[in-house]
């Protein structure tokens, strides 16, 4: 049996399924920002930074996210390499920041993550925060205690 060709309904589905993929192609007003984006009022609002604050520390991170691979992400290469001008020297002292930046543990670091963990060094930031930064960073193992053996190891680390 022959399906009737009905125009109604093929003019209905193109409405649903085509045009609304067209139309964002180019009708979206909405600016592109990388994944992990988060917008400045509202990271304003939950850190001492202001919002032009916030969005000066937007320029900074799409310049070190963008120093090696530009995905809108910071790889520890790309840390390091801001940090310290060096990618490929191992650096215990950085891979320890970057891993207290790190808030979601999958290998990068998103804008959100960035400024929030740039706070704790805000003059105005909690000092509560300020503890719990410094402790996490001697806290090589994750024990909940610092050994003595953690303490000296990055005090050596630091020694220029």
């Known amino acids: 049996m022959r399906r009737k060709a009905n125009i109604y309904n093929d003019t209905v589905n193109f409405d649903r399924w085509i045009s609304p993929k067209l139309m964002g192609c180019f009708h979206s007003k909405t600016p592109r920002h990388a994944q992990g984006y988060e917008e400045p009022t509202i990271l304003a609002a939950e850190t001492p930074f202001t919002v032009s604050d916030v969005e000066a520390l937007f320029e900074l991170f799409k310049?070190?996210?963008?120093?090696?691979?530009?995905?809108?992400?910071?790889?520890?290469?790309?840390?390091?390499?801001?940090?310290?001008g060096n990618r490929n020297k191992k650096n215990l002292f950085a891979d320890r920041i970057f891993h207290l930046f790190d808030y979601k543990r999958n290998g990068v670091i998103e804008f959100g993550e960035f400024v929030r963990s740039l706070a704790v060094f805000h003059p105005?930031?909690?000092?509560?925060?300020?503890?719990?930064?410094?402790?996490?960073?001697?806290?090589?193992?994750?024990?909940g205690y610092i050994e003595r053996g953690e303490v000296g190891l990055l005090l050596v680390l630091l020694k220029p």
């Open 63 to 84: 310049k070190i996210s963008s120093s090696i691979i530009d995905d809108g992400l910071i790889h520890k290469e790309e840390f390091q390499l801001a940090l310290f």
């Open 124 to 143: 105005d930031g909690p000092l509560t925060d300020k503890i719990t930064f410094s402790f996490r960073l001697y806290d090589l193992r994750q024990t």
